[in-house]
């Protein structure tokens, strides 16, 4: 290989992406539409049900209370510590690197900082922690901690609320980088097959899989929406 190691940036699937925040946001919307619609409910017959029905009464304020914290957690898990989280990742002849939404440099990982394994066959493997087509996939590596003991470490491509269109091609970017730089460490057979490492990169198409999961995200949308002016009727 006497060409320069290109670079790979990777991509967001924004309409996926977005989708799913919408989703999100728009559950967020109905929550506190319905905490508010809960509240009001309560507070005008709060004499009523406290004098003939406490169950009910008790009822509502639990159902309120766990509603609130649906609310709170899905607004956290939207905005908590967004400097922190990884937006974008670049593989080139260093290793990777790591941004967030503000193009700040937030994790490396090099080459140079990979290490052999000391008890394990494989210096670098792939772990797929579901069966099924797609699931969340990661790379297993052994680097230096805090402390400067070898570890077993994880290379992740998921970004937290985010999906990326070339998944596979950054693993498998990243994995000839390691057969070219590091022809020392070990990859593990299984996943040179898995990401044909001697040969060229498979196609990715858009698929029956991803249709349906496509098909499903629209349906919930709908369901929610459905399922909220079924809760309005009901208390009016």
């Known amino acids: 290989m006497t060409e320069k190691f290109q670079t790979t940036d990777s ?16 559950a967020v919307i109905l929550i506190i539409v319905v905490i508010g619609v809960v509240f009001d409910f309560i507070y005008d017959n ?6 003939n029905d406490p169950g009910i009464l008790f009822t509502l304020i639990i159902a309120q209370l766990l ?13 908590y510590r967004k400097k922190e989280k990884v937006r974008k990742a670049v593989v080139d002849e260093k290793g990777i690197t790591f941004y967030n939404n503000q193009n700040t440099i937030i994790q490396t990982v090099f080459y140079n900082d990979l290490h052999q394994a000391k008890k394990s066959s ?28 070898i570890v077993l ?21 990243f994995l ?5 730089f590091r022809p020392d460490l070990k990859i593990s057979l299984q996943t040179i097959e898995q990401y ?3 040969s060229e990169p498979q196609k990715m198409e858009f698929g029956i899989f991803e249709y349906i999961m496509a098909a499903v995200f629209i ?10 002016m079924l809760f309005i009727k009901m208390l009016f």
């Open 176 to 180: 000839k980088g390691i057969q070219h």
């Open 196 to 198: 044909n490492l001697n």
């Open 219 to 228: 349906l919930i949308a709908v369901g929610l929406i459905y399922v909220f």
């Open 67 to 79: 509603l609130i914290f649906c609310c709170i957690a899905l607004i956290m898990a939207l905005t």
């Open 11 to 26: 991509k967001i699937n924004k309409p996926i992406t977005y989708f799913l925040m919408g989703i999100i946001w728009i």
């Open 46 to 51: 709060f004499r009523q049900y406290l004098e």
């Open 153 to 173: 470490s994880t290379v992740d491509f998921n970004f937290e609320l985010v999906i990326l269109c070339n998944q596979y091609d950054l693993y498998r970017h």
């Open 122 to 149: 494989d210096d670098v493997y792939v772990r797929n922690t579901q069966t099924v087509k797609y699931g969340k996939t990661t790379l297993q590596v052994y680097l230096k901690n805090k402390a400067g003991e």
